[in-house]
């Protein structure tokens, strides 16, 4: 190099950095007065593994990272980096059989020990979202931790947010625990860890997690990658949500962000690639995607535009075909995988929980307009998805109150097991007095359905259990109580258990007859098609249901009577309207489907949980 006058020119040190099996890393010019540290994190910078991470060996020495890189040889340009993984804890991971439910319904049960004693991590307070791998059952939990360690005398302090979502001040381990995300292997070759997530951690947004199991052994060891959608502003239903790729590892090295509205997401497992639906700036919808690990750009790239404006709920895709749902319809929309449409399964227009061939197949999928649902001490996740990813790809739907499975060639639905919200309780899981709260289906997993439930009395604590698929589960609830006696709990709109004196809004009539129609979730007592199939009809007390601010239907005599300021003046009656639709804008439907008749839409006005006047929307 030519010396230019006035400046000084400083030799570098070029070194070849390889992996353990040989393959080159990369060269790296450093000056030799620097630390190795310093060439640790030019290993970083071009996709390696973090410093904390690294160990470079030069012949059988190891570098510290406080050495310089002068007290090389001349000789010694080649260096070997090797990856250094932390150590997970050594937990006790077992599926506990529920008692008296004869081996249909189980419970995860996490502990580890410490100083002799045995301490858990399943169940535990504010467990925001689970993600289950279909095919292995790797599951990852958001929000978990291992046991604070509360200063003697429990007198610590710490600010964090109340029910009400206002700032004030808890007792250390009592309210506000730290959060973490909890990695649980499917095999047991490996331990059990967890990831701390600070206080603004992305992470802690998380409103639905999807999974897949995938090793990757550089730039660090993993045992798959997941994907999370998160909430962008604040706690608001409507607010916008984005994804946030990531491995399964100790430590976070990296996230990547997708998406600046999206409204649903799923994995393409076999090309690792996630696929989500977004509005784009015109206000028509795009399907898009992106890779989960790539070496070089990760740009994402537009798959195809969606007919329509109405909101996409859930996504799958087949080896042939993309499939989605949308709010306020109750069909399941086929694509090609370049965008084109193929067919349609079920009746927009019609409700209904019929399995058979394509032309005769109904369902039917309640949602909010709002996009978010709140659950116990102000836990936010996304409302239900009516397709679930099954092992081997294979898809399955939540319409009603029954679980249906697509044939390979999307031409038959067949019923497989109910999914009413009582099956994952027992007579045990009273509270003071409220039975816990039951949130969305995790996903299925070798045959089992994996359910959150959160408690609502002093152990705040939020339990996975997962129901074994049968079709006995179809059957009234004297037939399943005989075969498992403590199973399904009979429960009022309040959740509590039904006695002479309570006043039991909830349509009884489903728990022995037509079981495939409801799931059990109070917040479809609004639906009138719900009542109408009931021959007793809908009963006036439930004309007095009204929403409290956790978004829970109850009656007013709760309140000795009145409507408490945290009472939402909420009337639950539905008027029908009838709206023209156009087919490119409201419906959502390709002109194939022959929707070109107008029908009425069923509304809802009132003020919604959050506050604000909305309501469902459906045909």
């Known amino acids: 190099m030519e010396k230019r006058k006035g400046y000084k020119t400083t030799p570098m040190l070029a070194l070849s950095v390889v992996k353990a099996n040989g393959d080159l890393v990369g060269t790296f010019h450093e000056p030799p007065d620097s630390l190795v540290l310093q060439l640790q994190q030019s290993i970083h910078a071009r996709g390696g593994p973090a410093p904390p991470f690294q160990r470079l060996l ?66 535990e307070q504010r467990v925001a979202v689970v993600g289950l791998e279909p095919d292995t059952g790797l599951l990852i939990l958001v ?64 409103v639905e997690l999807q999974v897949v199991e995938s090793a990757r ?13 998160v909430r962008e502003d604040g706690y608001g239903p409507d607010c916008r949500m984005s994804l946030v790729v990531f491995e399964a590892v100790p430590q976070f090295l990296s996230e990547t962000r997708y998406g600046l509205d999206s409204q649903a997401f799923c994995l393409d497992r076999p090309q690792l690639r996630a696929l989500w639906a977004q509005p784009n700036r015109s206000g028509s919808l795009e ?41 306020g319809f109750h069909s399941i929309e086929v694509y090609g995988l370049d965008g084109s449409w193929c067919f349609s399964i079920g009746d927009p227009r019609c409700r209904g929980c019929q399995d058979g061939a394509r032309a005769d197949v ?35 739907v939540y319409s009603g109150g029954v679980l249906m499975k697509l044939a390979e060639d999307l031409s038959v639905a067949e019923k497989v097991t109910s999914v009413r919200e009582e099956l994952w309780m027992i007579d045990g899981d009273e509270g003071t007095p409220q039975f816990p709260d039951v949130c969305a289906v995790v996903g299925i997993h070798d045959g089992y359905l994996y359910r959150i439930l959160c408690r609502t009395d002093y152990r705040e604590e ?10 006995t589960l179809r059957q009234g609830r004297s037939a399943v109580r005989r ?38 979730n109070n917040r479809w007592l ?41 009472w939402k003046d909420a009337q639950l009656d539905f008027q029908w309207q009838m709206q023209p639709l156009s087919l490119t804008i409201d419906t959502g439907v390709p002109p194939e489907s022959s929707m070109a008749d107008s029908y009425g839409h069923l509304q809802w006005r009132g003020m919604s949980s959050w506050g604000r006047t909305t309501g469902p929307t459906a045909p």
């Open 462 to 471: 939020v339990i996975l259990r997962r129901l074994k698929c049968q079709d």
């Open 362 to 396: 109904r369902f039917w999928f309640p949602v909010w307009t709002e996009r978010l649902v709140c659950s116990a001490y102000g836990i936010v996740r996304k409302d239900s998805s009516p397709l679930i990813v099954g092992g081997a790809g294979r898809i399955f």
């Open 287 to 327: 399907l898009l995607a992106a890779p989960l690990r790539s070496d070089g750009d990760r740009a994402a790239e537009v798959v195809a535009l969606l007919p329509g404006s109405a909101r996409v709920t859930s996504l799958a895709k087949t080896v042939e075909n993309i499939l989605i749902t949308r709010a």
């Open 483 to 520: 075969r498992a006696p403590m199973i399904w709990p009979m429960l009022t709109q309040d959740k509590v258990l039904v006695a002479a004196h309570e006043v039991n809004v909830r349509p009884t009539y489903y728990n022995e007859e037509s079981r495939d129609v409801w799931d059990g």
């Open 526 to 566: 609004r639906e009138t098609w719900l009542w109408d199939a009931d021959p007793r009809g809908r009963p006036p007390e439930a004309k007095e249901l009204r929403m409290d601010s956790m978004g829970q239907l109850r009656l007013p005599r709760m309140n000795s009577g009145s409507l408490s300021p945290a």
């Open 143 to 206: 929000g978990t931790g291992f046991e604070e360690n509360t200063p003697e005398g429990g007198k610590g302090f710490r600010k964090g947010r109340n029910h009400n979502r206002e700032d004030c001040w808890a007792p250390e381990g009592y309210n506000f625990v730290e959060s973490k995300m909890l990695v649980l292997p499917s095999t047991g070759g490996q331990a059990p860890f967890g990831v701390p997530l600070d206080k603004d951690h992305v992470l802690r947004s998380a």
């Open 217 to 229: 052994g550089y730039p660090m060891p993993s045992m798959g990658v997941a994907v999370a959608m």
């Open 58 to 123: 030069c012949g059988p020495r190891e570098l510290g990272a406080t050495e310089s890189l002068s007290s090389l040889r001349e000789e010694d340009t080649t260096l070997q980096l090797l990856v250094v993984v932390p150590e997970g804890r050594p937990c006790d991971v077992r599926w506990l059989e529920v008692q008296h439910t004869d081996q249909l319904l189980e419970e995860l049960q996490v502990e580890y020990v410490e100083e002799g004693r045995s301490k858990r991590l399943m169940p």
